[in-house]
């Protein structure tokens, strides 16, 4: 067993606010917001009518057009993302195809292709039904052509964990490199669910938001007036290399992975735990495993869904990590722009928290207008700030109970 430093030389975003990397930047620390009313909905009988929708995808600029039909949503946008991650890393074909590998989580996977092939069961009965349609759906599919793409036959999998799918995925690729079996991981998160049913279950259940009138403001996390997350979709994806490896090559180093934490509320099946039990689990080991101290942390991308359970537990998790010195710690959630991406949070949130130590800003939380007292932390409210940090963790949470923190330095 060997134990090498991993280093990130790639991102790629595809999100509400931008259909790449750089517009999707520049939109974040702009404050900037892509929440809007929805389209392509009949939008009658929805209590929630606007969510993160990315507007104007094109999956050509990625896929050929027959190839595109037979991939869902979520394997689109996870294939963009890709893309653009690979072409900031500068690699080509691997020497060994078996020492690079692709694991990228999703929540749900393709839930477009199951709304509509069961809508198809429903009216023409079972010949209606593509024979396309268990490998569009199923979970595993975006790694699963993103290893086909480049030619990747080292570690195949998905992480599912619900919103903590792409933070796992984060971390089960840095183990791949970390412990010897890969010298570089394509890996992060990617869901497309913004559909009639998802909209429908999370609306029922009380989660979303329904500030219809006014869908700009409505992810405010940490402010008293929230009402509930907003659906969004988008895909985060990183290149990872060990250190030796991305050096030999001449590589960029954008950041480094220096350590992860994952736990398990056990607590609730939505619900995460009031007082912040795992999550404080959480946020130790990654700091623990970094080999760091809390106070060298400088910047943590909450999961900060707007949600009154997430938002104060959360905040009391991270005053048990850091103590007095979680009032000195920026904190901020991105969510506040690009909505709550499920199963794609995590990767995303990776890469904006690297993006962030890389270029010395850290983004705002928009809509913070009347802090809840619960919340007093320096959540960084409107405007993003400048500000060089060497270590920085991004959270992410999930129902069940899943909890994912990663830590990330910054090389400039």
């Not at 991650?85 to 292709?113: C, K, N």
């Not at 942390?297 to 909450?302: E, F, S």
Request: with cysteine; hydrophobic share 40%.
């Amino acid at each position: 067993m060997s134990s090498r430093r991993v280093v990130v030389t790639g991102i790629g975003m595809v999100t509400a606010v931008g259909l790449d990397r750089d517009s999707t930047w520049q939109s974040l620390i702009a404050g900037r917001g892509g929440i809007a009313t929805l389209d392509g909905f009949p939008l009658d009988e929805l209590k929630t009518t606007f969510g993160a929708q990315i507007k104007d995808f094109d999956p050509s600029v990625c896929m050929d057009p027959k190839e595109a039909r037979k991939a869902d949503r979520f394997v689109q946008l996870a294939m963009a993302a890709a893309d653009q991650a690979m072409v900031q890393s500068g690699l080509g074909e691997p020497e060994d195809s078996f020492r690079a590998g692709v694991i990228i989580g999703s929540g749900i996977g393709g839930m477009l292709t199951f709304e509509e092939q069961h809508t198809k069961l429903m009216e023409r009965g079972h010949r209606g039904v593509s024979p396309l349609f268990i490998p569009m759906m199923i979970g595993d599919m975006a790694s699963g052509l993103v290893s086909i793409r480049y030619g990747f036959r080292g570690a195949n999998y998905c992480t599912v964990s619900a919103c903590a799918s792409g933070g796992h995925a984060i971390g089960a690729a840095f183990d791949q490199i970390m412990l010897g079996h890969a010298d570089v991981m394509i890996t992060g998160g990617s869901e497309a669910a913004v559909c009639d049913m998802a909209l429908a279950g999370f609306a029922n259940m009380k989660a979303l938001s329904s500030r219809n009138d006014a869908p700009e403001k409505a992810s405010r996390p940490f402010d008293k007036e929230r009402d509930g997350f907003v659906l969004g979709e988008g895909a985060g994806i990183l290149i990872l290399e060990s250190e030796e490896h991305a050096l030999a090559r001449g590589a960029t180093i954008l950041g480094e992975v220096c350590g992860y934490g994952m736990t398990g509320d056990a607590y609730h099946m939505t619900q995460p735990d009031q007082e912040g039990t795992g999550a404080i689990g959480s946020m130790r080991q990654a700091v623990r495993t970094s080999g760091i101290r809390p106070e060298e942390v400088g910047y943590i991308n909450a999961h900060g869904t707007s949600t009154y359970f997430n938002d104060r537990g959360e905040t009391l998790a991270i005053k048990a990590v850091f103590g007095d010195h979680a009032h000195a710690l920026r904190v901020s959630s991105t969510k506040s722009m690009i909505g709550h991406l499920l199963g794609a949070a995590g990767g995303v949130e990776a890469a904006i928290t690297v993006l962030a130590l890389n270029t010395g800003i850290l983004p705002p939380t928009i809509n913070l207008d009347n802090p809840d007292p619960e919340c007093d932390l320096d959540y960084i409210p409107h405007e993003a700030v400048k500000q060089d940090v060497e270590y920085a963790l991004s959270n992410s949470f999930g129902f069940g109970g899943h909890n994912v923190t990663l830590c990330f330095r910054a090389r400039r």
